[in-house]
């Protein structure tokens, strides 16, 4: 079954707002754990708004399950995942103003620079995964890099599902499986949630993971995180 890592960040943007500990994300990512989530995502940003780089460095050591640290590739994040070599490291593009992740790598513009930290990354014994949008001929160079995945920007697929979701997800699919032939894994995340997951899962069975943070605290809020948990996990496995 595709794996459910789920993103904190937004835990430490509630904390983050009124000071102190409360909610505690070291809890809440062993919590996570607890109810059945296969990987813990954070995504430390230089301005430190949600997650703290001493938070990643609190959460490493007490979690069984996977590590994504994802993130744009400043010397502190650098630093940040050769030191806590999480399981994997997803490089993304951000600007240093962004709100959220918006658009995947051009990996043949920024090849160099990407070919030499999937090399640094692979030598510490970390998984290296790029996030892209669904250009061929970029998943193409993505592969060149020698990354071991790509995680699909789905941000496209999710505005469009609710109105097409057939020509929504064909691209994606397309995608995926042009990395798959090229002998890449391949992940999938942003705006993925309860109403559009499981549509995308089903038409990409061979999605190793996906990586949900904002629709998935959002839906906790009402549901609890238990259950919300198990709703996801659900729709990865292809149930109502």
């Known amino acids: ?128 995964s790029l996030f892209v949008e669904t250009d061929l001929r970029n998943i193409d160079f993505a592969a060149k890099t020698g990354a071991d995945r790509v995680e699909l920007y789905t941000g496209p697929y999710a505005e469009r599902y609710k109105h097409e979701k057939e020509k929504a997800v064909a691209p994606f699919v397309e995608a995926a499986r042009h990395a798959k032939e090229l002998g890449m894994g391949v992940n999938a995340g942003h705006d993925l949630d309860l109403e559009n997951l499981k549509f995308l899962v089903t038409n990409i069975p061979f999605l190793e993971e996906v990586s949900i943070g904002h629709a998935l605290i959002s839906d906790a809020l009402y549901f609890g995180i238990e259950k919300t948990i198990t709703l996801y996990k659900r729709c990865l496995a292809g149930e109502n």
């Open 1 to 128: 079954m595709v794996k459910l890592s789920v993103n904190i960040n937004k835990v430490a943007t509630i904390r983050n707002a009124r000071g102190g500990n409360i909610p505690c994300v070291r809890k809440f990512a062993l919590d996570c754990e607890l109810f059945g989530a296969q990987g813990i995502t954070v995504h430390p940003r230089p301005d430190e708004r949600h997650i703290r780089y001493s938070d990643v460095f609190d959460i490493k050591p007490l979690i069984k399950t996977e590590l994504n640290i994802e993130g744009y590739p400043t010397h502190n994040f650098i630093d940040l995942v050769t030191k806590i070599k999480p399981a994997q490291a997803t490089l993304v593009p951000d600007t240093l103003e962004a709100i959220t992740s918006n658009k995947g790598w051009n990996v043949e513009k920024n090849m160099v620079q990407l070919t030499e930290l999937v090399e640094l990354f692979t030598s510490k014994g970390i998984r290296t």
